[in-house]
C-alpha cells in the first residue's frame, strides 16, 4: 500500500461517502476491547484515513456498528459450516473486511463484494486481487451483478448497512428479485426501529453526511418476511455478547444506551430465506 491506497481514500459524495464510519467503527473497537472483536486488515488502513473520519462518533456508535459485524460474522460461518461450497456475497460492500477476518477458516466459500463502481475502484486498489474473491461494479438494486453468481450454489447475501437508506418498496422489490435469480439462497441484513431510526438520523448528520439520512425502519420481522413472500429464519438483536462479555468495562452512557436498544429491539440482525 502507498500513494494509490491514499487516493483510494477520497471523499464519496451521498451514501458512500459512509463507508468510512464502520471501518473507523472497527479500528476503535479493535483497540479498546480486542477480548470481543479484531480486524487485523482494518487497524492497518487507519493510517490511510482522511483526518476528520471518525468525526462524530462515540464509543455507542462505534459499539453498534461493530457488534453488527460480530454478529454477522457468525451467521456467515454458520451458513459456510453448513454447505461444502457456497456463495457469500457482501452487497453495498464499501471497505468491508470480512473476506480478512473469516476467510482463511471458511475454504469452501467463493467471496463477491458488490458497490458503486468508485468504491469497487478503491477497493481494488485497496486490496488488490486476491483468491477465491469477486469485486462487482455496479448498482445492486438493478441485478446486473446477479450474472456474475453462480446461482447453483448455495448463496448468502450479506447487506450490511445499507438498506436503510432506501424505502421499504425498493427494499421488498429486491428481496423478491433476488428469490427469482437464487433458488437456494439466503440473505442476512441488519434493521433499526422506525424509533431507533430519530437517533442514527441524528448521528448521521454529526458525521457530516446530511446527504445520506435513513428511511427504512422495522418493527415486526415476522411481518416484514411475509411483505417480501420470505421465511424468516432468524432475528437477533445486537447487544447481548458485548454487554455479557464486557461489562463494567463499558461506559456508563454505553451501557445505557444499548440496554435500552435491547429492550426496545431497536437495532436488529435478520436471516431470510428468500422466496421461491
Request: proline share 3%; glycine share 6%.
Amino acid at each position: 500500500m502507498g500513494k494509490e491506497v491514499v487516493e483510494s481514500m477520497e471523499r464519496f459524495e451521498g451514501v458512500a461517502n459512509t463507508l468510512f464510519v464502520p471501518l473507523t467503527a472497527r479500528i476503535s473497537i479493535s483497540k479498546e476491547f480486542p477480548e470481543y472483536f479484531v480486524d487485523k486488515k482494518a487497524l492497518e488502513l487507519e493510517q490511510y484515513l482522511p483526518d476528520d473520519a471518525a468525526k462524530g462518533s462515540s464509543q455507542y456508535t462505534n459499539m453498534a456498528s461493530v457488534a453488527r459485524y460480530h454478529n454477522m460474522d457468525q451467521m456467515v460461518s454458520a451458513f459456510a459450516g453448513a454447505h461444502e461450497r457456497c456463495n457469500v456475497v457482501y452487497l453495498g460492500a464499501g471497505l468491508e473486511t470480512a473476506y480478512d477476518r473469516l476467510s482463511s477458516r471458511l475454504s469452501g466459500v467463493c467471496w463477491y463484494e458488490v458497490d458503486l463502481p468508485e468504491v469497487i475502484e478503491a477497493r481494488r486498489k485497496v486490496f488488490g486481487t486476491r483468491e477465491r474473491e469477486v469485486t462487482i461494479p455496479g448498482d445492486m438494486f438493478d441485478m446486473g451483478w446477479a450474472r456474475e453468481v453462480d446461482a447453483s450454489l448455495p448463496t448468502l447475501l450479506v447487506v450490511s448497512g445499507v438498506f436503510q437508506y432506501f424505502h421499504e418498496e425498493q427494499v421488498t422489490d429486491f428481496i423478491r428479485s433476488c428469490g427469482k435469480v437464487f433458488p437456494e439462497a439466503e440473505i442476512i441484513f441488519d434493521a433499526t426501529s422506525t424509533s431507533g431510526l430519530r437517533f442514527t438520523n441524528w448521528f448521521i448528520k454529526r458525521t457530516g453526511n446530511a446527504n445520506a439520512l435513513m428511511y427504512f425502519g422495522v418493527d415486526d420481522a415476522r411481518a416484514f418476511a411475509k411483505k417480501c413472500g420470505a421465511e424468516l429464519l432468524e432475528e437477533r438483536t445486537f447487544f447481548p455478547d458485548a454487554l455479557r462479555m464486557l461489562g463494567k468495562r463499558l461506559s456508563l452512557v454505553t451501557r445505557v444506551s444499548m440496554r435500552v436498544a435491547e429492550s426496545k429491539r431497536q437495532v436488529l440482525i435478520l436471516r431470510l430465506k428468500l422466496p421461491a
